[in-house]
């Protein structure tokens, strides 16, 4: 359809009557009035989610993320802040961890067996020394009591066994008679 030389303003005329009449009626409306009156919840239950989700291509997202720049953003601290450590502990279920411990294979690996082993020797040593030491003690007390109970001279006693003393250090008194 062609316009004539004459209808071009009839046609201007038109348009602009047009767009002024639009620009009365969008002025005119409240548009919070009509947002109101819009039930968001029955739009939503005709969409299909699945048929929405169906369409999307994940892998194609995806493979449009850059981790590093994403990473680069991220505030480990405040992150961290954020953590409820005891909320965490709390679901730890201790029972079960220690369940899950090899105690033999652990031992094995720390040398703990040998270490038992050696401290209980060295226990054991020590409790020997102290019953020979005071046996020792007892021994000496006894025969101090028995010297004095047969009236023996401290000076005429041998200082030890005569294989385990040296001959210069031995008592010169009377030979004992054979």
């Not at 316009?3 to 303003?9: N, Q, V, Y």
């Not at 000496?140 to 000076?155: E, K, Q, T």
């Amino acid at each position: 359809m062609s316009t004539s030389p004459r209808s071009a303003p009839w046609d201007r005329l038109a348009q602009a009557v047009a767009e002024r009449v639009v620009n009365l009626v969008v002025d005119a409306l409240d548009v919070d009035a009509l947002v109101e009156r819009v039930d968001v919840d029955r739009i939503v239950s005709r969409v299909d989610v699945d048929a929405l989700m169906a369409r999307v291509d994940v892998d194609r997202i995806v493979s449009r993320v850059d981790v590093d720049a994403l990473m680069a953003r991220v505030d480990v601290e405040r992150v961290v802040e954020r953590v409820d450590v005891n909320a965490i502990v709390e679901r730890v279920d201790v029972a079960q961890v220690v369940d899950r411990l090899d105690i033999d294979a652990l031992v094995a690996q720390t040398e703990l067996g040998s270490i038992i082993a050696k401290s209980t020797t060295g226990v054991l040593t020590e409790i020997l020394d102290l019953l020979r030491s005071q046996g020792v003690g007892l021994d000496d007390f006894l025969a101090r009591w028995v010297n004095r109970i047969l009236r023996r001279a401290p000076g005429s006693l041998p200082l030890g066994p005569p294989l385990l003393i040296p001959a210069a250090t031995l008592p010169t008194g009377p030979a004992p008679s054979t």
